[in-house]
Nanobody, 116 residues
């Protein structure tokens, strides 16, 4: 079993930065794909970024150049560095782990609010 715990969400002004963390516990091994998603009330869940076992990263067009996903394998932790934040980035951000291409796990979410 795997548990994911996000942290780092906060209220920030437009143009500001935040770093989200996702700490994993449990059986963390094998082929792992880490992702961040976000959800705004009334809208479907949106994929934000992904990092593969090999370290390859992909980003949604809406965050390209502003967000960076990274990981610390020794700590079983994935990060999302968010810069130049915009009000439209306001959402609950969720960490997702796809293990072995089959088993999928989600964190509980962390609130990011971008407002002046």
């Amino acid at each position: 079993q795997v548990q994911l715990v996000e942290s780092g969400g906060d209220l920030v002004q437009p143009g500001g930065s935040l770093r989200l963390s996702c700490a994993a516990s449990g059986s963390i091994s094998g082929i792992l794909v880490w992702s961040w998603y976000r959800r705004t009330p009334g809208k479907p869940r949106e994929w934000v970024a992904r990092i593969s076992t090999a370290g390859n990263t992909n980003y949604a067009a809406s965050v390209m150049g502003r967000f960076t996903i990274s990981r610390d394998n020794a700590k079983n932790t994935v990060y999302l560095q968010m810069n130049s934040l915009k009000p439209e980035d306001t959402a609950v951000y969720y960490c997702n782990l796809l293990k072995g291409g089959v088993n999928e796990y989600w964190g509980q979410g962390t609130q990011v609010t971008v407002s002046s």
